[in-house]
């Protein structure tokens, strides 16, 4: 089968022959339906040696929907059958420690002896006609979703809806929660802010086309990146500033117009990866606001975004692409030319 392989550090992934997996105990083999193409592979591959705990080489792809191909011996379970859509839950932990049992596998207190992050990250992942998931616990039902343009469900979705739901308490009717970095990622945090709470939603970009996708997301008002942003957040919100701010990208730039754009006791949220520093001390944040760098989500969160999407109250933005064009589509998405989420499909 065709799969797309990290094969070295600081180098594209090669799309390569591979031999179909076979499931061994307790495992599933998924045929995959489509496998989203996450800002995060692009770090992965940018990255040196040594960054990430995982040895080479392996398949990418840590956003993967698909179909029950077959259950490895024991791994039959009750609401599981070949042929099922499900969506594959990313990190893998141990499945039992305190942090797992209550399906936080996101935080697995036994990651560093793992070594792998999960499918696409460490382990073999979705970019491929198959994958092995190492346990019916990791799938989740997708009922009469298409499964390609589900994919991003698993993590554009899942990450957003983890940190979103944190300051749920807080985005009461009147306030305001900002979004920086409409892509992926944050054109499903517009849409997940939307269906769960009454704040009037700030999406910050600077690219217009993907504000446009952001209003059609939903967005209440679109701002332009930069110098002004913090500025215009804070007339749109009378001066106060944002409840929530949910930076998708992580950069200086977007960290200091997040401490600017905060109102106090605010949430300063940030998923994006690309190594800014936001200083804390006296006088660079609002009072009493709480900076949080969550990752991921959890199994239960999973279902719950599945469930959302299943009212049709949350949608991925998807553009499909054959897998043997990853390394094209991961050019457009470096050059900023992917609207919502890119899904290679086999
Ligand atoms: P993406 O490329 O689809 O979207 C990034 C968006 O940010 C684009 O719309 C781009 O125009 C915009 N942008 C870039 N620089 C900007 C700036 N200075 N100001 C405003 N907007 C800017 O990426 P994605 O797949 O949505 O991922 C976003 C980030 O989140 C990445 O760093 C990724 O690694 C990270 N991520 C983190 C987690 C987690 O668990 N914490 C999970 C998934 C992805
Ligand atoms: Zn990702
Ligand atoms: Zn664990």
Redesign the pocket.
Known sequence: MTAVRMTAWQKSPEVARVPVPEPGPGEVLIKVAGAG????D??VMEWPAGTLPYGLPFTLGHETAGWIHTLGPGARTAGLDEGDAVLVYGPWGCGVCPSCARGAE?YCRRAAEIGAAGGGLGADGGMAEYMIVPSPRLLTPLGDLDPRRAAPLT??AL?PYH?VKRSLHRLVPGSTAVV???????HMAVQLLKALCAAEVVA????AE?LDLAAGAGADHCVP??EGAAEQIRELTGGLGATLVLD????D??LA?AAAAAAPESDIT?????GGTLPVRYGTLPWEASVS?????TRPELAEVVALARTGRIRPHVEVFPLQEANEVYQR?RD?L?AG?AVLVP
Do not use: E, Q
């Open positions: 193409v996450c800002h995060s692009l770090h996101n993590d554009a990450t940190a920086i970095g409409v892509g992926g990622l944050g910050v970009d600077l690219s993907k990146a930069g998708c990208v992580g950069a730039p977007t117009t940030v998923v994006g990866l690309a760098i969550p990752y991921w989500g998405l900023g992917i989420r």
